[in-house]
Antibody, heavy 120, light 109 residues
Framework: EVQLVESGGGLVQPGGSLRLSCAASGFTFSDYRMHWVRQAPGKGLVWVSRINTDGSSTTYADSVKGRFTISRDNAKNTLYLQVNSLRAEDTAVYYC?????????????WGQGTLVTVSS | SYDLTQPPSVSVSPGQTARITCSGDPLAKQFAYWYQQKPGQAPVLVIYKDTGRPSGIPERFSGSTSGTTVTLTISGVQAEDEADYYCQSADNSGTSDVVFGGGTKLTVL
């Protein structure tokens, strides 16, 4: 069974940092682009970042560029998102998702999400 | 970047047909994808490449496209279909931003 399990969320003060992880199983992780998507409480889905199969290419939404870093460890079948300089508006559930298709830009499946709360 | 526009809400009675639209200029050239999200759960892909239905998704879910508008149709709506539905698109470069619509709350009356 293809499965993605996120961890690492929590309560953090403004300006703080966290490292989110996404453990993949049930498929050849190194064959797929991976993404992070977030959802603020009561709001819609917002794409955050993508990484290619070997980690050599990354892309970010403007809202997180320079503060967030996506990476992956194919030996550990794990995707990461380092989130720094956190702001209240970064409060959201963060989902990892497997990229599907020729360009890996649609998502199936998604993990269950990890909640990041930025508050003093 | 660009916007994908969805109606905030759609309401139908059980057994009726629900249609949820998603509009945006890039949809004339790019594929659209649809996700279903039930409260407290992760999104699930229900339509890919405008009209494709993943395995395990009921046949009552279908997609169509016309110009700059794509439509998710749920025929014979069931109570379990009540959820938020999001459209999504991306160009074929693999490097530009991925865009989601604002989401549509489907209410089964």
């Amino acid at each position: 069974e293809v499965q993605l399990v996120e961890s690492g969320g929590g309560l953090v003060q403004p300006g703080g940092s966290l490292r989110l992880s996404c453990a993949a199983s049930g498929f050849t992780f190194s064959d797929y682009r991976m993404h992070w998507v977030r959802q603020a409480p009561g709001k819609g889905l917002v794409w955050v970042s993508r990484i290619n199969t070997d980690g050599s290419s990354t892309t970010y939404a403007d809202s997180v560029k320079g503060r967030f870093t996506i990476s992956r460890d194919n030996a550990k079948n794990t995707l990461y998102l380092q989130v720094n300089s956190l702001r209240a508006e970064d409060t959201a559930v963060y989902y990892c998702a497997r990229g599907v298709g020729n360009y890996g830009d649609w998502f199936d499946p998604w993990g269950q999400g990890t909640l990041v709360t930025v508050s003093s | 970047s660009y916007d994908l526009t969805q109606p905030p809400s759609v309401s139908v009675s059980p057994g009726q047909t629900a249609r949820i639209t998603c509009s945006g200029d890039p949809l004339a050239k790019q594929f659209a994808y649809w996700y279903q999200q039930k409260p407290g759960q992760a999104p699930v892909l229900v339509i890919y490449k405008d009209t494709g239905r993943p395995s395990g998704i009921p046949e009552r879910f279908s997609g169509s496209t016309s110009g700059t508008t794509v439509t998710l149709t749920i025929s014979g709506v069931q109570a379990e279909d009540e959820a938020d539905y999001y459209c999504q698109s991306a160009d074929n470069s693999g490097t530009s931003d991925v865009v989601f619509g604002g989401g549509t709350k489907l209410t089964v009356l």
